[in-house]
């Protein structure tokens, strides 16, 4: 009888762990690491590759990547992964975040790091609640959710509107991605896993900072089954926080961040006048492109 060879499939990403997650039946958590670490994988740069983990249900990631990890404080990940950078620029540093941690006490470092154009990849994990702290209302949290700090439902009167982070981040001039995803369904883990790719692809080539949103469950804390919290995230989470791309910078035409911000202060003197020859050139280029394009659509009407 022939023998026939082997061919492998599908196998453990090399940089993650052979280790049982901590993570609850339903959480998304446990997709999520992986998608990154097949990144990691395909990419080639696990021995390049610095993680944080910060407070949350991401404070045990460093258990379960092969890279160098650090633990940061509630909320510091991205001022601990902007040091990183600044130290080691030839390194790939990635924050992976929850809401509660990136969105309320990181919202600070958040908004700056992300201002500042930071040269990093944030991984983000919006369940609208907190969850390793016991199930209280975060900043993600919809309108009229019940949580443990808001038992009879986020009353917006009081606790204000939950927090949509990547539209607010896509008003920064430092941002050259951001993208919400979720990881419902098969189709939509590979769109997740193609946006932290780029998400980390733009990292290695000094586009800016990037961050990707994933639209999570959280059946322990929601008091749900994991069946009913993917029902309960599609009917509920995706309508508020709509999936896709909010902002690109490459897509937009530009080589990256700088360049883009550039271009949308042409009109402003005390910044273009202070332009390196490269940016200028590249914003005069863009400028007479945006003419042509809105002489022809003049000229259609």
Same mark, same amino acid.
């Given at each position: 009888?022939?023998?026939? =060879?082997?061919?492998?499939?599908?196998?453990?990403?090399?940089?993650?762990?052979?280790?049982?997650? !901590?993570?609850?039946?339903?959480? &998304?958590?446990?997709?999520?690491?992986?998608?990154?670490?097949?990144?990691?994988?395909?990419?080639?740069?696990? #021995? +390049? &590759?610095?993680?944080?983990?910060?407070?949350? %249900?991401?404070?045990?990631?460093?258990?379960?990547?092969? %890279?160098?990890? /650090?633990?940061?404080?509630?909320?510091?990940?991205?001022?601990?992964?902007?040091?990183?950078? @600044?130290?080691? $620029?030839?390194?790939?540093?990635? *924050?992976? +975040?929850?809401?509660?941690?990136?969105?309320?006490?990181?919202?600070?470092? &958040?908004?700056?790091?992300?201002?500042?154009?930071?040269? /990093?990849?944030?991984?983000?994990?919006?369940?609208?609640?907190?969850?390793?702290?016991?199930?209280?209302?975060?900043?993600?949290?919809?309108?009229?959710?019940?949580?443990?700090?808001?038992?009879?439902?986020?009353?917006?009167?009081?606790? #204000?509107? $939950?927090?949509?982070? %990547?539209?607010?981040?896509?008003?920064?001039?430092?941002?050259?991605?951001? =993208? @919400?995803?979720? %990881?419902?369904?098969?189709?939509? /883990?590979?769109?997740?896993?193609?946006?932290?790719?780029?998400?980390? +692809? !733009?990292?290695?080539?000094?586009?800016?900072?990037?961050?990707?949103?994933?639209?999570?469950?959280? $059946?322990?804390?929601? #008091?749900?089954?994991?069946?009913?919290?993917?029902?309960?995230?599609?009917?509920?989470?995706?309508?508020?926080?709509?999936?896709?791309?909010?902002?690109?910078?490459?897509? =937009?035409?530009?080589? !990256?961040?700088? =360049?883009?911000?550039?271009?949308?202060?042409?009109?402003?003197?005390?910044?273009?006048?202070?332009?390196?020859?490269?940016?200028?050139?590249? /914003?005069?280029?863009?400028?007479?492109? +945006?003419? *042509?394009? !809105?002489?022809?659509?003049?000229?259609?009407?």
């Amino acid at each position: 009888m022939e023998e026939r =060879e082997e061919k492998v499939v599908f196998e453990r990403p090399k940089s993650l762990l052979p280790v049982v997650t !901590n993570f609850c039946p339903g959480c &998304t958590h446990g997709i999520v690491i992986r998608l990154v670490a097949e990144v990691i994988d395909e990419l080639g740069i696990e #021995g +390049q &590759t610095i993680g944080i983990a910060p407070v949350g %249900c991401s404070v045990m990631a460093y258990d379960f990547f092969a %890279c160098d990890m /650090i633990e940061a404080a509630h909320g510091r990940a991205p001022a601990v992964a902007t040091a990183v950078k @600044r130290v080691n $620029p030839d390194n790939v540093v990635f *924050a992976y +975040q929850g809401d509660g941690d990136l969105a309320s006490i990181g919202m600070a470092e &958040t908004v700056h790091a992300a201002t500042r154009g930071e040269k /990093i990849t944030v991984i983000f994990i919006n369940n609208a609640i907190y969850g390793m702290t016991g199930g209280q209302m975060a900043p993600t949290s919809l309108p009229n959710q019940i949580t443990q700090t808001s038992p009879y439902g986020r009353d917006v009167s009081s606790a #204000g509107y $939950p927090v949509r982070v %990547c539209e607010m981040l896509s008003t920064l001039d430092g941002v050259a991605y951001l =993208e @919400r995803v979720c %990881c419902d369904s098969p189709k939509n /883990i590979r769109k997740a896993k193609r946006a932290i790719k780029k998400a980390f +692809q !733009n990292q290695i080539d000094g586009v800016g900072y990037s961050l990707v949103e994933v639209v999570s469950t959280c $059946p322990t804390n929601w #008091g749900m089954t994991p069946t009913d919290a993917f029902k309960w995230m599609d009917e509920n989470m995706l309508p508020y926080y709509p999936l896709g791309v909010y902002r690109d910078v490459k897509a =937009e035409g530009f080589a !990256n961040a700088a =360049e883009a911000a550039a271009a949308r202060a042409v009109d402003c003197p005390i910044v273009v006048d202070n332009l390196s020859e490269e940016l200028r050139g590249a /914003i005069s280029s863009k400028a007479a492109v +945006q003419d *042509a394009m !809105n002489k022809a659509q003049g000229g259609a009407q």
